[in-house]
């Protein structure tokens, strides 16, 4: 069983939206933090976003991301979500989702729990 799975990726011209999700199963979700990482051919890994573990939430973001892309979570549903907006060619990557925790209000990787990622693709 495959802990993190991830959905909603593909192919979509500049200016266009998506909403990832990530669907969590086999640890109890809302005991982490959760993230999304991308990672282009060539780059490094990138934080995009994170989120503690609720019910109130604390979110940070990459600088090349804010005001464009949302994450959030639906504990009930063991999901993380990511809305992205406005997407340009650079955000083009392989984008998973991770669980970790909040360590002096800075997002750490548990390294135990991550995705298989889903492609997102923005060209016209």
């Known amino acids: 069983q495959v802990p993190l799975v991830e959905s909603g990726g593909g192919l979509v011209q500049p200016g266009g939206s998506l909403r990832l999700s990530c669907e969590a199963s086999g640890f109890t979700f809302s005991n982490y933090a959760m993230s999304w990482y991308r990672q282009a051919p060539g780059k490094e890994r990138e934080l995009v976003a994170a989120?503690?573990?609720?019910?109130?939430?604390?979110?940070n973001y990459a600088d090349s991301v804010k005001g464009r892309f949302t994450i959030s979570r639906d504990n009930p549903k063991n999901t993380v979500y990511l809305s992205m907006k406005n997407l340009r060619p650079e955000d083009t990557a392989l984008y998973y989702c991770d669980a970790g925790q909040y360590y002096g209000g800075i997002y750490s990787s548990g390294h135990e729990y991550r995705g298989q990622g889903t492609q997102v693709t923005v060209s016209s």
């Open positions: 989120i503690t573990r609720g019910p109130g939430t604390f979110t």
